[in-house]
C-alpha cells in the first residue's frame, strides 16, 4: 500500500482491539476516506521559495503523459511518438537546468545524470532501449504517482511541481518549454474536472496534436 496506507489502517483498527469503540472519544470512526483531502498549496508553500527550485524530479519520466492517458509506462514507451515527446520534454527541462547552472547527479539505482547526457547525446535507436529498460525497472512495476492521483480523484495534482515547474522558470527565463506546458497544463484541466478524462483516455494522437499546435 503506498504511502504508509497500511499503517493508517492498523492504527485505525486499535479501538476495536481493545474494546475502546464502546465509548464515547475511544477512536472509533466510520471512514478515513477524507484524510486524503489536503490542501497541497498550503503544505508546501510554494511562495516561500526565494527563488526556483534547482531540482528537476526523475519522476517526471513516463509520469504525465501515463496519467493523461490512463496507461502504463511500458505501454508509454512502446509507442516511439510518446517516447519521444518524453525525451523532448526531459530536454526541456534540461536546457532549464543548464541555464540555471544546476546539473543532474546519478542516485542509487538510477543514474540520473547518465539518462541526462543520453537525452542529449544518443541517436534516438540507442537511447530509446536503453529509457525502456531503466524508466521500466526504475518504476518496479508501479503506477506513476500522477496517474495514482486521478485514479484517486485528486483535484491538486504534484504535476505542478514537476512540468508546471519547468515550464514556468522556461517562461521566467525566455526559453521554449512547450512539452512541459501543454503536459501540466492538460493534467491539471483533468485533475480539477475542468477537462472530462474520456477525451484523452487511450488518445496518444489527441494528446500529439496538442503538443505539437503548442510548438508551431
Excluded at 472509533?28 to 484524510?35: D, E, M, R, S
Excluded at 515527446?85 to 544546476?102: S, T, Y
Excluded at 486521478?150 to 515547474?165: D, I, M, V
Amino acid at each position: 500500500h503506498d504511502n504508509g496506507g497500511m499503517f493508517v489502517r492498523t492504527i485505525s483498527c486499535l479501538p476495536a482491539l481493545t474494546g475502546q469503540w464502546l465509548h464515547k472519544g475511544g477512536g472509533a470512526i466510520k471512514g478515513n476516506g477524507a484524510y486524503l483531502e489536503h490542501n497541497a498549496i498550503a503544505l508546501q508553500r510554494p511562495d516561500l521559495l526565494k527563488q526556483a527550485t534547482r531540482r528537476i524530479n526523475m519522476n517526471m519520466l513516463g509520469n504525465a503523459q501515463a496519467a493523461i492517458l490512463d496507461m502504463t509506462v511500458d505501454q508509454i514507451y512502446a509507442d516511439s511518438r510518446l517516447l519521444e515527446l518524453d525525451v523532448r520534454a526531459a530536454r526541456e527541462a534540461l536546457a532549464v537546468m543548464a541555464n540555471m547552472g544546476a546539473s543532474p547527479v546519478n542516485l542509487p539505482g538510477y543514474p540520473a545524470a547518465t539518462i541526462a547526457r543520453a537525452a542529449n547525446l544518443m541517436p534516438s535507436f540507442l537511447l530509446n532501449p536503453l529509457l525502456r529498460r531503466l524508466v521500466g525497472r526504475g518504476r518496479g512495476g508501479k503506477d506513476p504517482s500522477l496517474l495514482r492521483d486521478l485514479r484517486a480523484g485528486r483535484k491538486q495534482s504534484e504535476g505542478r511541481f514537476l512540468y508546471g515547474a519547468v515550464a514556468d522558470e522556461a517562461a521566467a527565463r525566455g526559453l521554449p518549454a512547450p512539452v512541459n506546458a501543454t503536459l501540466w497544463r492538460i493534467l491539471d484541466s483533468i485533475a480539477r474536472g475542468e477537462t472530462p478524462w474520456d477525451e484523452y483516455r487511450g488518445k496518444p494522437e489527441r494528446l500529439l496534436a496538442e503538443v505539437q499546435a503548442a510548438a508551431d
